[in-house]
């Protein structure tokens, strides 16, 4: 591969960032500021230490909501839903009262994924290619597959589309779902099959769901590891009649502490939703006792980050995109009947970064990352009772950064909270409490300023072409010239148009990993009076020009599913293949632009994306 690719320095290999500190959040924090050695320790195990037989193994299945808040489930006093199957969880195995993720979708998945903070993981946002994950890190995928296991994700999985950041590159032997942050439909939508087009059938998280039941049917032979990746309750507001019948026009009892700030429409969709996923839940749990399964797997079910809505979260201060607790704080509840025990709570604080680590140690798996990790192994909280383990500070960034320790949260604007006493963050403490605010100040000021350097030095990265056999560039991570607009303000799944003037253009920045022959295609649409249009491809030195010799002009579709705004979500349609025939490509760094050759009508083509494949 190329430089865009090449291993971080061992510099930035020695990084390390969150904490353990001192028992108590009274005392002096510097020591929170010592890297993760403990978490290293598993590191330099002995392989055979480190193994176990594949009988011994646990599977481990792992249910990841998309915008659900702590809020969102029965479990938590919401009585404005049922949600008896996710509650179960809880019940028959372990609860976390205190578990953290980052504010938006990609860095939760990127943390999950490596036991690192993902400003460390190349991840930036959640669209235009900052979402993806760089290509040397270590998955928690690779690990598990590396160790034997049987690797399968189904649903969303937002660190990357084109390979090798595609999940079958990083460590999935098997992947169903998209890749995008978003989807503009839920029923029967275009998906991705080990990197093939594909279409969806009936609604998504049951269609993942089935997916995912079979992966489980097909493997329970050998030991699984099964992501679960669901895309709801994130928008848009899609949920069948049968699940949205109980929510219609009802007047929700528990609102939001802001009760003005809430859209009840939404809310009601996104309750709906939830009791879906339920019940979803419940079919891969009724699964594993078909299966003789239940007992010896670890059933994860956890957020990625706060609600997308103002609606009732335990009067908690904010949402998702916030780094206060009601944006970051989610709930994450553990089964595993063979050993953990029901009906357990641990009050410690945790986070998405101990995933890697703690499945390491539980299923006795080699960790194979030469990357240090910020997360730390939950082992001792699982099995134990605890009474040893060492505070810590976590770090949440997003236009700021905030810190969490067991008793303390210091906000984004430098206001100390005591959690504890005060989950609502009503009354800040830094008078009461003037050492310990100043302490995790610095702190947060010495790990800002570390981010905000790992971001200033990152390399560019090219959007990658030619190192799988087929390549699909979307509109989300293009960029529009002379007047040509997206067709919604979030560019994931959003498409071009409006390409009205001439001289408009759309350009990818790319790196074509291998020299040689590949089959261009456009995927447009074009009313009848646009019809003549011609469109040049130019990429490198090569060029090729295609005319519209036939109209496709399909209405956009998604509206009448809507059951709330969909807000910055783009709507969506059918496009057709614009084939450009076979190109030759030189190996290196490029742009890809589509220009209009002849502009018909006074208006060109709209864009969905542009697919190469070898």
């Given at each position: 591969m190329s430089q865009y690719f090449a291993k971080t320095s061992s510099a930035d290999q020695k990084r390390v960032g969150g904490q353990p500190g001192p028992a108590s959040s009274t005392l002096p924090l510097t020591a929170l500021a010592v890297p993760f050695l403990a978490a290293?320790?598993?590191?330099?195990?002995?392989?055979?230490?480190?193994?176990a037989t594949a009988a011994e193994r646990p599977n481990i299945v792992m249910i990841l909501a998309d915008d659900q808040g702590w809020g969102d489930l029965s479990l938590h006093g919401n009585t404005n839903l049922s949600t008896p199957n996710?509650?179960?969880?809880?019940?028959?195995?372990?609860?976390?009262?205190?578990?953290y993720v980052s504010a938006v979708c990609a860095p939760t998945r990127a943390e999950m994924?490596?036991?690192?903070?993902?400003?460390?993981?190349?991840?930036?946002?959640?669209?235009?290619?900052?979402?993806?994950?760089?290509l040397d890190e270590i998955t928690i995928a690779d690990t598990f597959q590396k160790a034997g296991y049987r690797t399968g994700a189904f649903g969303k999985w937002h660190n990357g589309s084109q390979p090798p950041y595609h999940p079958?590159?990083?460590?999935?032997?098997?992947?169903?779902?998209?890749?995008?942050?978003?989807?503009?439909?839920?029923?029967?939508?275009?998906?991705?099959h080990n990197n093939t087009a594909v279409k969806g059938?009936?609604?998504?998280?049951?269609?993942?769901?089935?997916?995912?039941?079979?992966?489980?049917?097909?493997?329970?032979?050998?030991?699984?590891?099964?992501?679960?990746?669901?895309?709801?309750?994130?928008?848009?507001?899609?949920?069948?009649?049968?699940?949205?019948?109980?929510?219609?026009?009802?007047?929700?009892?528990?609102?939001?502490?802001?009760?003005?700030?809430?859209?009840?429409?939404f809310s009601r969709a996104a309750l709906a939703m939830v009791e879906n996923i339920d019940w979803n839940v419940g079919r891969i749990l009724q699964v594993l006792d078909e299966q003789n399964l239940a007992e010896n797997t670890i059933v994860i079910y956890f957020s990625d980050n706060g609600p997308n809505s103002w609606r009732w979260n335990g009067d908690m201060k904010g949402r998702k995109g916030s780094i206060d607790e009601g944006g970051i704080r989610v709930p994450c509840l553990i089964r595993w009947p063979r050993k953990l025990a029901a009906g357990k709570k641990i009050d410690?604080?945790?986070?998405?970064?101990?995933?890697?680590?703690?499945?390491?140690?539980?299923?006795?798996?080699?960790?194979?990352?030469?990357k240090p990790l910020d997360g730390r192994s939950l082992e001792p909280l699982l099995l134990g009772d605890g009474k040893d383990w060492q505070d810590r500070a976590l770090l949440s960034f997003r236009k700021g950064a905030s810190l969490r320790t067991q008793r303390f949260r210091i906000d984004g604007a430098g206001k100390l909270f005591d959690i504890e006493n005060d989950r609502s963050q009503r009354h800040p403490v830094n008078e009461k409490f003037p050492k310990v605010s100043e302490r995790m100040q610095d702190l947060l000021a010495k790990q800002t300023a570390e981010m905000k350097q790992i971001i200033a030095t990152a390399p560019a990265r090219p959007f990658t072409v030619g190192y799988g056999k087929r390549t699909v560039l979307p509109a989300r991570d293009g960029e529009a010239k002379g007047g040509v607009e997206r067709s919604a303000r979030?560019?994931?799944?959003?498409?071009?148009?409006?390409?009205?003037?001439?001289?408009?253009?759309?350009?990818?920045?790319?790196?074509?990993?291998?020299?040689?022959?590949?089959h261009v295609v456009v995927h447009h649409t074009c009313p009848t009076e646009n019809v003549g249009t011609s469109i040049r491809v130019a990429i490198g030195d090569a060029t090729a020009v295609a005319k519209v010799d036939k109209a496709f002009d399909p209405?956009?579709?998604?509206?009448?599913?809507?059951?709330?705004?969909?807000?910055?979500?783009?709507?969506?349609?059918?496009?057709?293949?614009?084939?450009?025939?076979?190109?030759?490509?030189?190996?290196?760094?490029?742009?890809?632009?589509?220009?209009?050759?002849?502009?018909?009508?006074?208006?060109?083509?709209?864009v969905h994306s542009v697919e190469l494949t070898k």
């Open positions: 290293l320790s598993a590191l330099f195990l002995s392989p055979i230490a480190r193994q996710i509650d179960s969880l809880a019940a028959d195995g372990v609860a976390f009262e205190n578990f994924l490596t036991g690192r903070y993902f400003i460390r993981t190349g991840v930036r946002g959640v669209t235009r290619g900052d979402e993806r994950l760089n079958n590159d990083r460590g999935f032997d098997e992947y169903y779902g998209f890749t995008s942050g978003h989807w503009g439909t839920y029923f029967e939508p275009p998906l991705d059938k009936g609604y998504l998280v049951d269609d993942l769901t089935n997916h995912a039941i079979e992966f489980i049917e097909e493997n329970k032979s050998e030991p699984f590891f099964c992501y679960v990746p669901l895309n709801t309750p994130h928008s848009p507001m899609h949920i069948p009649d049968r699940f949205y019948e109980k929510f219609d026009g009802v007047d929700l009892k528990m609102r939001n502490r802001d009760p003005e700030k809430e859209d009840e429409l410690q604080v945790a986070a998405a970064i101990d995933f890697l680590p703690t499945l390491s140690d539980l299923a006795n798996v080699e960790l194979i990352s030469e979030a560019p994931n799944n959003s498409f071009f148009t409006n390409w009205i003037d001439p001289k408009g253009a759309i350009e990818w920045n790319i790196e074509v990993g291998e020299s040689g022959p590949y209405p956009l579709e998604g509206a009448a599913q809507d059951r709330a705004s969909r807000g910055s979500e783009s709507y969506v349609k059918d496009f057709a293949p614009l084939d450009f025939g076979m190109m030759d490509l030189e190996k290196g760094v490029h742009t890809l632009r589509l220009s209009t050759e002849a502009l018909v009508g006074g208006r060109s083509i709209d």
